[in-house]
């Protein structure tokens, strides 16, 4: 079993920058991939930004390039999402999402998801 828990949401203005962090434990493995994901109220939930945790490629959705990053510290088992030149557009239910990926744009090649950690833009 996989455990992720993200952090480091938060409300802020829009212009502002946050970086999320989700750290993976219990059963981990090493080549697992590993994506964000998020739900805005009212929306289903959509890909952020993934990466491959074996070679580092990343992969990102359109609205978001340029603004965010995705990295990860193979050490600590952990991934971050760098978030800046934030939009009120941003708000959001963050989630973390680990697995055997072959499709990095797809939810149902994760196999473990976090909890998730709000993110509120204000305009």
């Known amino acids: 079993q996989v455990q992720l828990v993200e952090s480091g949401g938060g409300l802020v203005q829009a212009g502002a920058s946050l970086r999320l962090s989700c750290a993976a434990s219990?059963?981990?493995?090493?080549?697992?991939?590993m994506g964000w994901f998020r739900q805005a109220p009212g929306k289903e939930r959509e890909f952020v930004a993934a990466i491959s945790w074996s070679s580092g490629s990343t992969y990102y959705t359109g609205s978001i390039k340029g603004r965010f990053t995705i990295s990860k510290d193979n050490a600590k088992n952990t991934v971050y999402l760098q978030m800046n030149s934030l939009i009120p557009e941003d708000t959001a239910v963050y989630y973390c999402?680990?697995?055997?990926?072959?499709?990095?744009?797809?939810?149902?090649?994760?196999?473990?998801w976090g909890q998730g950690t709000q993110v509120t833009v204000s305009s």
């Open positions: 219990g059963r981990t493995f090493s080549s697992g991939d």
């Open positions: 999402a680990r697995g055997y990926v072959h499709d990095y744009y797809r939810q149902s090649e994760y196999a473990y």
